[in-house]
DNA sequence: TTTAGCACTCGTTATGCGTGAGTGCTAATA
DNA sequence: TATTAGCACTCACGCATAACGAGTGCTAAA
C-alpha cells in the first residue's frame, strides 16, 4: 500500500500535469507543493511510484507522468471527498419534460451547458428502455398516399414516420384505428407492439404490406434501447494541448462524429446511476486511451437520462464533476418555460 | 484578353495543381501537358499570367499557383464544356429512392450520398419559403397540461412542437379546433398564420397566452425563411493536404459546425437555381478563403432544396459537378415525396 | 533517513551546409 | 520575330552537428 507520503506526491504529480501538461520533475514539486522535502527525497519516491505502476516517464532525462492508474486513484481520492454532495437525480426527467420544450429541447440546452461550463465536450442522451410506456399513438392522413404515424412516450419523447400507403385510408378510419390502439396507452411498447402486429393481420389485411414496414422500422427505433444523443460543440477540443497533434485529434474525431460510437461509449459505462468516471483505455476504444468521460445519469419512467463531459485523460476532474452536478441541479431547478437558445 | 496558349498554359497549371497540390514548374508542364513547347516558353508565358493575376508563386525560386481569378476562369471553362459525362455510382443513386422517407430522410442521405461521392463534404438544405402551403394541422392531446402541436407543410416538411397548457383541453375540443383550421389547408402560411391569431383571441380566449407562444415559435420556424440543414461527415477533411495545418482545419471547422454560418453561406451563394461556384475570397468569410462551395439548388412548391459540396479552393470541380448534378436530379425526378416501395 | 553533488541522458532549439527544383535573363537559333 | 538553350541565382527542405537545459540515478556525506 502507499504510504502518507508517497500519496501525497502521487497526487501532486496529477494535480501538477492536469494543470501544466508538461511531465513534472522531482524539483517542481519540492518547491511547489512539498516545500518541507527536498528534490532528491522526491526523486526517490517518484522512483518507486514507478515501479508500482503509478507514474511514468515519456523518456529517460523527463519527469513523470501520471498512469491511467494514477488518475483512477485521484478520481477516486475526490469522488470520495464529494460524495456528501451528491444526491439522487429523480426529479431530472419531470423537470427535463415540464420545464423545457420537449425532451430534445432539454438535451440540446444541457448538453451547449456542459460544454461551455466545462470547456470539453458535453454531451446528453436520453435512452429509452424497455419499459417505455405509450402515451399516445395517432394516424393522420397528409394526402392520398400518406399517413404521418406519430408516437409519444410517456415521458415525451415524440416519434413521427411518414408511410407511404398503397390505397387511400380516409381521416375517420384512420381514427378509428388510432382509437383502438389507444386503449393501450400506458402499457410497454413491447404489448403495444403484439397488439398491432396482430390488429394490422387481423383487420387491416391489405394494407398490411406497408404497415408491417412501418412498424418495422418503428421497432428498429423503440424495441431496442435506442438512443437520442446531442453531442455539444467540438470546437473547445482545438484549444486543448493533447489533441493538437493531428492525429489523435482525428481519431477521437472519428468516434465523436458518428452518433453510434458514442453511444457504445455511453452505454459501456452506463451500470450505474450516479457520478461515473472512465479514464484512457478503460474504455475499450483505442482512439480514447488520451481521453476520459464523465457521466451522471439516472432513470425513471422507461428512459435513462445520461449527461456527460468527455475530454482528455488530463481533465479538471475536480472541475468537470462540479459542472456535471451543478448542469444536473440546473435543469431540475430551473422554473418554467425558459427554452436554451 | 488571354490568348489561346496562355488560357491552354494557365487550365494546365489549375489541373496540375488540383491534381497534385504543389505548386507547378515549367518544366513540368512542358514535360507532361504541352509537349510541343520548351519550357523557356512555358516560363515567359507564366510570367505574363502572373503579371495578369491569374498565377502566384509561393516563394521567389517556386513553381506557379492558381489565384481564385484563375480558378473561376477554369471553373466556367469546365461548366461550359461539361454535359456529356455519364457513368459510374448507379447503384448508390439507386439507393436514394429506398431510403427517402420524408423530407429529412432523403435531405440526410443526399448529404452523405454527397460526401461519400465527393469525398469532400456534402451538405443538403431545405428552405421554406413564404409561399409554403399548409397541408394539416393537429392539436394532440398528451396530458392533462401538455398539447402536441403538429404542422405539416405541403412538401412533406413536418414540424411538431410540445405545448404546455394551463387548462387541460379535451381531445376532441381540440379535434375541432383541428377542423376549422384546416379548412385552409392549400393556403400560404401567411394567411393560415392571421387566421390563427384571429382565432385565439376570438374563440380561445383564456388558453390565448399559451397559444400565442406556441405560436411565434412556430412563426420563427416558418415564417422567416427557415433552413434545414444537414451536414455530412467532415471526416473527409483529414484527408485532404491543405487542411492538414491544424489551424486551418480549425477555422474551417467552426464554420462547419454551427449551423448558423453554413446557413448564412448557403444563403449567399442561392443567388439563382442550377449550379453555383464560390471559390475562395468570394464568400466574404475569411475563415473561407481556401475553400470553395459548389451549390445546386431549386425550388418548388414552397421550397428550395439546396445541394452542396464544401471542400479546399483546389477541389476537383468537375467531378464535384458531376456528383451534383446527379444527386440532385435524382432528388427532383420523383416529386412525389416517398413513393412506398 | 535525508540531502547535496555529480555525471549522464535525451528532447529541444539553433546553426550551417548541400541539394534540387524552379526562376529570370540573355544570347543564339529557326 | 518567336522560340529555345544555357547559366547564374534563389530559396525551401532535409540532414547533421552542436549547445542547452531539464531531469534523472547514484553515491557519499550529514
Not at 11 to 37: A, C, M, N, Q
Amino acid at each position: 500500500m502507499l504510504t502518507e507520503r508517497q500519496l501525497e506526491v502521487l497526487l501532486s504529480v496529477v494535480y501538477e500535469f492536469i494543470e501544466s501538461g508538461e511531465h513534472v520533475g522531482s524539483r517542481t514539486l519540492s518547491k511547489r507543493y512539498l516545500t518541507g522535502r527536498s528534490a532528491a527525497t522526491i526523486r526517490n519516491e517518484m522512483a518507486d511510484l514507478e515501479e508500482m505502476g503509478y507514474l511514468m516517464q515519456p523518456h529517460t532525462s523527463a519527469g513523470r507522468v501520471p498512469t491511467t492508474r494514477a488518475y483512477r486513484l485521484f478520481v477516486d481520492t475526490v469522488l470520495q471527498r464529494r460524495r456528501a454532495k451528491e444526491q439522487g437525480n429523480r426529479e431530472l426527467l419531470d423537470n427535463l419534460k415540464a420545464h423545457r420544450n420537449g425532451v430534445e429541447g432539454a438535451l440540446t440546452f444541457a448538453s451547449d451547458l456542459l460544454t461551455q461550463l466545462s470547456h470539453y465536450v458535453g454531451v446528453a442522451a436520453v435512452t429509452q428502455l424497455k419499459q417505455a410506456r405509450l402515451a399516445k399513438i395517432d394516424f393522420i392522413r397528409v394526402d392520398t398516399s400518406n399517413v404521418l404515424l406519430l408516437v409519444i412516450l410517456e415521458g415525451g419523447i415524440v416519434h413521427h414516420k411518414l408511410v407511404g400507403m398503397p390505397y387511400d385510408l380516409s381521416q375517420d378510419t384512420l381514427q378509428d384505428m388510432a382509437r383502438r390502439v389507444n386503449t393501450l396507452a400506458g402499457h410497454e411498447w413491447g404489448e403495444v407492439r403484439v397488439m398491432l402486429q396482430n390488429y394490422i393481420m387481423g383487420e387491416l389485411g391489405r394494407y398490411a404490406e406497408s404497415c408491417r414496414k412501418a412498424l418495422d422500422d418503428l421497432d428498429k427505433l423503440m424495441a431496442g434501447e435506442h438512443t437520442t444523443l446531442f453531442t455539444g460543440s467540438l470546437a473547445n477540443l482545438f484549444n486543448i494541448p493533447d489533441f493538437q497533434d493531428i492525429g489523435r485529434f482525428r481519431a477521437l474525431f472519428s468516434i465523436l462524429e458518428q452518433e453510434g460510437g458514442l453511444v457504445d461509449l455511453l452505454r459501456k459505462c452506463d451500470t450505474t446511476d450516479g457520478i461515473g468516471v472512465m479514464i484512457g483505455e478503460e474504455n475499450d476504444l483505442p482512439e480514447m486511451e488520451n481521453c476520459a468521460v464523465v457521466l451522471s445519469s439516472s432513470s425513471s419512467e422507461g428512459q435513462k437520462t445520461t449527461l456527460g463531459v468527455i475530454g482528455p485523460k488530463r481533465m479538471n476532474y475536480e472541475k468537470v464533476i462540479s459542472v456535471l452536478d451543478k448542469v444536473l441541479q440546473e435543469l431540475i431547478d430551473s422554473p418554467g418555460e425558459n427554452e436554451g437558445d
